[in-house]
């Protein structure tokens, strides 16, 4: 038979484990219901940055004609006013990459079009659209020379 002191014992384990399970159950299922919202919540900001992210690279992809045209103050540039210009002032390429000081090739992709130039170069293009042939021709002597 046995010990009523091992029985009274076992009987007040279980009746303290049996405490401790219906004190620490709502914890569990309060903790079960946080883990969950806090994945759904990590779900809804990987969708969110997803997003973002395709917005701004379509308003990037919108938005960089823009400010090429409106930048360096007011100046505006064409390809076309470009080639005029040379054929006004009589010059060849080189001639007016050497007075903008930029390579040739800029020269040539500006003019067809594939490229255009910085906002830092405009005042320069600028500059040339205010030069005479004779301007044009002491600027180059004075390069040159």
Known sequence: ????????????????????RAETQPLKK????????????????????????????SSKALASPTPAKASAGGLRYSAKGLVAQRKRLGLTATAV???????????????????????????AIASLRKMGKQDAAKFLASLSG
């Open 30 to 57: 309060a903790s079960a219901q946080y883990r969950s919202d806090i994945a759904a919540l990590k779900r809804r900001v990987l969708a969110l940055e997803k997003q973002l992210s395709r917005l701004a690279r």
């Open 97 to 123: 990459a050497k007075i903008l000081n930029v390579s040739v090739q800029s020269i040539y992709k500006w003019e067809d079009g594939k490229t255009r130039p910085r906002a830092s170069q405009l005042p």
């Open 1 to 20: 038979m046995p010990n009523i002191a091992t029985v009274l014992k076992a009987e007040i384990s279980r009746v303290a484990r049996k405490d401790a």
